[in-house]
């Protein structure tokens, strides 16, 4: 199996910055894509950003410009810079990777246990 251990969540004033960090683990033969979700109270969980292995990466309208999203695949890691926080960008992040595991045939959608970031003053 696959775990994915977030860190990196807080408290910051806006205008502020954090850096999230995602390290998996486990039997895994490959890793494709990675990436950050948010959910907030009450609302639905969205995409925020995701890098494939290859480094080509997506963002959401929100927050582009202003997060960057990168990985280290040799430590099965992916990061995210976030600058210039918004009260909005408060929200549970969750990090996600689409995996081979080890003598499996199948890809599959892995998940954190999520990372709280609250942006106010």
């Known amino acids: 199996q696959v775990q994915l251990v977030e860190s990196g969540g807080g408290l910051v004033q806006p205008g502020g910055s954090l850096r999230l960090s995602c390290a998996a683990s486990?039997?895994?033969?490959?890793?494709?894509?990675m990436g950050w979700y948010r959910q907030a109270p009450g609302k639905q969980r969205e995409l925020v950003a995701a890098?494939?292995?290859?480094?080509?990466?997506n963002y959401a309208d929100s927050v582009k410009g202003r997060f960057t999203i990168s990985r280290d695949n040799a430590k099965n890691t992916v990061y995210l810079q976030m600058n210039s926080l918004k009260p909005e960008d408060t929200a549970v992040y969750y990090c996600?990777?689409?995996?081979?595991?080890?003598?499996?045939?199948?890809?599959?959608?892995?998940w954190g246990q999520g990372t709280q970031v609250t942006v106010s003053s």
């Open positions: 996600n990777a689409d995996a081979l595991l080890r003598g499996s045939y199948s890809r599959r959608d892995f």
């Open positions: 486990g039997s895994i033969a490959r890793i494709y894509t």
């Open positions: 890098i494939t292995s290859g480094g080509a990466t």
